[in-house]
């Protein structure tokens, strides 16, 4: 009898087995997925390039909020409704454990973003595409993109409090100045594939924008007199309901973690018409005291620029400065006000210069960037001047 029970139990097993395999076999293949063999045929092209801009979006929107986080550009405060990340808190004081999970949140799609990007070069070099134009888009998308990953990787990431820099591929720490240099590299190779003018000017102003960083004047210059002009589109991180914008969902309207620094307040009134580029929307926090979101950023769409002809003029504005050429400088400071309707100043110097950069750049994650270079880092020595690489690279990376 207990041979019969066991008997039964088998073929009771097999049957189920059996059943499991034929449905198996019955199932469609799955849909949110895509063999990678399958990228590698020319119709793939378009969407391997969507891909990559869609990652840019995603990874740019974090690692900018987290950057304004970091500078004096936003505070974190507790009584602020809904501010209740410690990972938050501690990004605002440059008390940053590697195991802050709010800047894994950024680096992990950054470094997708570099891989996408770098991808996209190779499998296009592999790939026999017919189409010249197609080719030469892609290869410009890919350096782009690329390039602008490793900018990124540069200026907000690092090893140490004020030793920037990052990783690629599990090999060893590249620090800032060797990743700018790739960075540059593969913007020069964008600049060699873009298909128009404006597509070069923009390619040309992040370059100005690298050299400034790093205190190369004369090539920022160069590059930036090549770069974007009045009219020009600016270059952005787009979202939708399905990708929102960072600085909306965490930064804004949709949950202020972070609010803006009070004097931003001062500068709307002071002046009105600063409404026009720094936009606030005021919330009240426990205790009755008010706060100011920033409202740029209105809904979970709204595009973030990352480079705009606005802050090329800046860039050889003070770059004019910087040469003792403040008489140069000034039309272009007051082009990029009336832009916004704003009233002409009568004078400029460089301190004035860090000012209108504060205020045109509100929001862009730039400000961080800019306390550095001018050394005005407004956290006590031995904080974080850099979103540190976490310990998921630490980690898993042999070569940290």
């Not at 020009?232 to 939708?240: E, N």
């Not at 004019?320 to 400088?329: E, K, Q």
């Not at 400029?348 to 550095?372: A, H, N």
Request: proline share 4%.
């Amino acid at each position: 009898m207990k041979r019969l029970l066991i008997f039964i139990t088998v073929l009771a097993a097999l049957a189920i087995i059996s059943a499991c395999t034929e449905y198996s076999n019955s199932v469609d293949p799955i849909i949110n997925q895509v063999p990678d063999d399958r990228l590698n045929d020319v119709s793939q092209v378009n969407f391997l390039i969507t891909g990559v801009q869609v990652r840019f979006s995603t990874a740019l929107a974090q690692v900018l909020v987290l950057g304004s986080g970091l500078s004096d550009e936003f505070i974190f405060d507790a009584r602020v409704p809904n501010a209740t990340f410690p990972t938050f808190r501690d990004i605002d004081l440059g008390d940053i454990t590697f195991d802050n999970n709010s800047v894994d949140g950024a680096y992990n799609p950054l470094g997708e973003l570099r891989f996408f990007s770098d991808d996209l070069v190779r499998r296009v070099d592999a790939i026999n595409v017919a189409d010249a134009a197609l080719q030469k888009r892609a290869v410009f998308i890919g350096n782009l993109y690329g390039g602008i990953a490793r900018y990124l990787y540069a200026a907000y990431f690092g090893l140490n409090p004020t030793e920037g820099g990052g990783v690629i591929d599990n090999g060893p720490f590249i620090p800032s100045a060797q990743m700018y240099d790739l960075a540059l590299e593969k913007l020069q190779q964008a600049l060699t594939n873009a298909a128009t003018d404006a597509e070069r000017r923009i390619v040309n102003s992040l370059v100005a924008r690298i050299h400034l960083i790093r205190g190369n004047f004369a090539a920022a210059r160069t590059a930036a007199a090549a770069g974007m002009a009045s009219g020009d589109a600016a270059l952005q991180g787009r979202y939708s309901a399905l990708s929102t914008n960072f600085y909306w969902q965490q930064a804004g309207l949709g949950r202020p973690q972070f609010v803006a620094d009070n004097r931003f307040l001062a500068y709307v009134t002071a002046d009105p018409k600063e409404k026009s580029r720094i936009a606030l929307s005021p919330i009240t926090g426990t205790g009755g005291v008010v706060f100011q979101r920033q409202g740029k950023y209105a809904t979970e769409s709204t595009p973030i620029d990352f480079m705009t002809w606005q802050e090329n003029e800046l860039m050889l504005a003070e770059l004019d400065v910087r040469d003792g050429n403040a008489g140069a400088a000034l039309p272009r400071v007051n082009a990029v006000r009336a832009s916004h309707q704003l009233d002409p100043l009568a004078a400029i110097d460089l301190d004035g210069i860090y000012v209108e950069r504060d205020k045109e750049l509100f929001v862009t994650g730039v400000r961080l960037l800019d306390q550095r270079r001018f050394n005005r880092f407004h956290l006590q020595a031995g904080s974080w001047q850099f979103l540190p690489i976490t310990d998921d690279e630490r980690n898993n990376n042999p070569n940290l």
